[in-house]
């Protein structure tokens, strides 16, 4: 990290947790695929961090954590809270304590209520709600003990309505965004930032291109600028603080 870095860090953001003289910040991410979740890793990467990657399917992130500096994959449901707890304790004891957590894990099925099985809405709920409140549990006590830190969430607008497809995932969303609010008012007092980044957009990745396609590239969000954001709500100063950032692409409509 440069001069420069370590300046802004000191000066515009949360406090860091502070590892060892000279040491490089940690940042967690939950949920690094193809898309939004690698760009998390490599725009923080990119920025100084040496990271974490969790994932259900461990070979999957190895070889992105291997082509970042001081980074290590660790397969992990965040649905399962012992699972969870040993992979924070790896992370700990690898790279030491994450002063920034970006929570991107999520599942989903599509389908009306009537359509949709309820196993599926239960998996869900499992993935985006109680895998949140599993990994800010293990996570929080450090940054609170450090005085500061930041928790990311991200979220999309199935948070803030039910269309009638969305019946398996948009229940599950609406509850971690105000699992997300009720931690921010509970850590944001002793320094803690936690912030829900809505993604109101199709999310450039392989598979999207092949269901949507013909549709021309500004049709999509491009995860290294959903990436940006989240850097962004990181570091924001404290006097500045924002709970929740809506982004989508200009010919979204909303």
């Known amino acids: 990290m440069t001069q420069s870095m370590n300046q802004s860090m000191t000066q515009s953001t949360n406090p860091p947790i502070v590892l060892a003289p000279g040491a490089a910040p940690v940042a967690l991410v939950t949920g690094v695929g193809p898309g939004t979740g690698s760009a998390l ?9 040496r990271s974490a990657h969790l994932a259900r399917d461990a070979s999957r992130i190895e070889a992105l954590a291997a082509s ?3 980074a290590i994959a660790v397969a992990c449901d965040v649905a399962d809270e012992a699972a969870v707890t040993a992979a924070y304790a790896t992370v700990v004891d690898t790279l030491g304590a994450p002063g920034v957590v970006l929570h991107n894990a999520v599942l989903g099925a599509r389908g009306d209520f009537l359509a949709v099985e309820p196993r599926h809405l239960r998996r869900a709920l499992e993935v985006n709600v109680m ?4 990994v800010a549990r293990a996570c929080a006590p450090a940054m609170l003990a450090a005085g500061g830190g930041s928790i990311v969430v ?9 269309r009638a497809n969305f019946a398996g995932m948009a229940p599950s969303k609406a509850a971690q965004r105000i699992l997300a609010e009720s931690m ?7 320094g803690v930032h936690v912030s829900y980044l809505t993604i109101d957009a199709v999310i450039d990745v392989p598979w999207t291109r092949e269901a949507f396609a013909g549709r021309p590239d500004d049709f999509y969000a491009r995860p290294d600028d959903l990436a940006e954001a989240c850097w962004t709500l990181a570091h924001q100063p404290r006097s500045a603080w924002t709970f929740e950032m809506a982004v989508r692409p200009f010919g979204e409509t909303w």
């Open 68 to 70: 970042l500096p001081g």
């Open 184 to 190: 921010a008012r509970r850590l944001g007092p002793e």
């Open 154 to 162: 991200t979220g999309n607008t199935a948070a803030h309505r039910g």
């Open 41 to 49: 890793a490599r725009r923080f990467a990119a920025g100084g961090y």
């Open 131 to 134: 895998g949140l409140l599993h």
